[in-house]
């Protein structure tokens, strides 16, 4: 009988993060990695539809006994990898990028319910969206296309439609005899 370890919780045994990736590429004042391990963990929860076991009592056959992992490394780096594709470099990114990740992954599992899936990946892509809006600072990107080679020139396309002249038949009943 293997018991926990004082510095490992029960969210930790029964949602293994391997690596705490580092967010911050450039200097700036040191990530958390508690916060970062939360949100994956988080992600990986919500993801599958899990919840954090309860501690058995004291009177439990599993009393004392270390947690088995619920999640499988597959699935625990399936969360990981698309939150880090994003490549969040604070909490808020992380944030953004976990949902992504959360509606994903839900989208996927939801493969046999075709609206589900829709509108769950139709909720990704505006996070995506509003992931992208976050980086930008909500800048707008304006393109304009000037015509250098002939300014004046304007394209019309004006098509004249005839119409057929329409007969007109007249029908009449045949005379009873």
Do not use: W
């Not at 004082?6 to 045994?13: A, G, H, K, N, Q």
């Not at 963990?41 to 309860?54: D, E, H, R, S």
Request: proline share 7%; charged share 20%; hydrophobic share 35%.
């Amino acid at each position: 009988m293997s018991e926990i370890s004082s510095e490992e919780s029960r969210e930790d045994l029964a949602f293994p993060v391997a690596t705490i990736p580092n967010l911050s590429p450039q200097v700036k004042p040191a990530d958390n990695p508690t916060v970062i391990k939360k949100i994956i963990q988080g992600a990986i929860k919500a993801a599958y539809g899990l919840k954090t076991p309860m501690e058995p009592g004291s009177y439990h056959p599993d009393f004392g006994k270390k947690q088995h992992p619920l999640v499988t490394e597959d699935q625990v780096e399936l969360v990981t990898h698309l939150v880090l594709s994003l490549q969040p470099v604070d909490a808020i990114e992380c944030t953004l990028a976990t949902q992504y990740a959360i509606s994903y992954v839900q989208g996927v599992r939801h493969a046999d319910h075709r609206a589900v899936m829709t509108e769950l990946f139709s909720f990704s892509h505006q996070v995506l969206e509003t992931l992208l809006k976050f980086r930008t600072k909500g800048a707008q990107q304006i393109s304009v296309n000037y015509n250098h080679n002939n300014p004046q020139q304007i394209n019309t396309n004006i098509q004249v439609v005839q119409e057929k002249p329409v007969e007109t038949i007249e029908v009449c009943e045949d005379e009873r005899a």
